[in-house]
């Protein structure tokens, strides 16, 4: 089992920027992908991006490449999704999962809230 604890959500303005943390605990993550996931009301969840623990690399939505940018801290166990220039369209909230290799993403966070205002 993987535990995934997000935080870091909050009500912004259009063009703030605002950092989410995903604390993970539980197993080794060497052989795991992290990803962040958004859903807006009303609408399906999302994929945003994804890092992959060992090496970091990292895959992003078209519509927020370029704006945010997902990194993982391995002493602190932490993936990070740096936002910037967020837009009232990234509202939603945001979760944090782990995918095992030839695995979905099986564990999941409870979620942040996002809301930024025009």
């Known amino acids: 089992q993987v535990q995934l604890v997000e935080s870091g959500g909050g009500l912004v303005q259009a063009g703030d920027s605002l950092r989410l943390s995903c604390a993970a605990s539980g197993r080794a993550l060497s052989s795991y992908r992290m990803g962040w996931f958004r859903q807006a009301p009303g609408k399906e969840r999302r994929f945003i991006a994804a890092i992959t623990w060992n090496f970091g690399n990292t895959d992003y939505a078209d519509s927020v490449k370029g704006r945010f940018t997902i990194s993982r801290d391995k002493s602190k166990n932490t993936v990070y999704l740096q936002m910037n220039s967020l837009k009232p369209e990234d509202t939603a909230v945001y979760y944090c999962?782990?995918?095992?290799?030839?695995?979905?993403?099986?564990?999941w966070g409870q979620g942040t809230q996002v809301t930024v205002s025009s």
């Open positions: 999962a782990a995918q095992n290799v030839g695995e979905k993403y099986d564990f």
